[in-house]
């Protein structure tokens, strides 16, 4: 699968990969993914468009017309 973005958490124990099906999020130490997150459309990143909170709490994808927030605990996602 292709991977558009690629970000470490702040405590750095996640990956979060951006790619065409979504986000998974791995075990940055193993490699195992730990959760998956998507979106419910199709959204093409900037370059630079996938960070995350100070607090490792969400992740913030950044397209050409918005940001989305998603919780990576909860799994949920939203178009701010």
Same mark, same amino acid.
């Given at each position: 699968?292709?991977?558009?973005?690629?970000?470490?958490?702040?405590?750095?124990?996640?990956?979060?990969?951006?790619?065409?099906?979504?986000?998974? &999020?791995?075990?940055? %130490?193993? =490699? $195992?993914?730990?959760?998956?997150?998507?979106? /419910?459309?199709?959204?093409? +990143?900037?370059?630079?468009? &996938?960070?995350?909170? %100070?607090? =490792? $709490?969400?992740?913030?994808?950044?397209?050409? /017309?918005?940001?989305?927030? +998603?919780?990576?605990?909860?799994?949920?996602?939203?178009?701010?």
């Amino acid at each position: 699968s292709f991977v558009s973005s690629a970000v470490l958490s702040p405590d750095a124990s996640t990956l979060a990969l951006a790619g065409q099906q979504g986000f998974v &999020l791995l075990d940055a %130490a193993t =490699g $195992k993914e730990k959760g998956t997150l998507a979106l /419910n459309r199709f959204i093409s +990143l900037r370059q630079d468009g &996938l960070h995350y909170s %100070a607090d =490792g $709490k969400r992740l913030l994808a950044v397209d050409y /017309n918005s940001v989305h927030v +998603l919780d990576v605990a909860g799994g949920a996602a939203r178009q701010a």
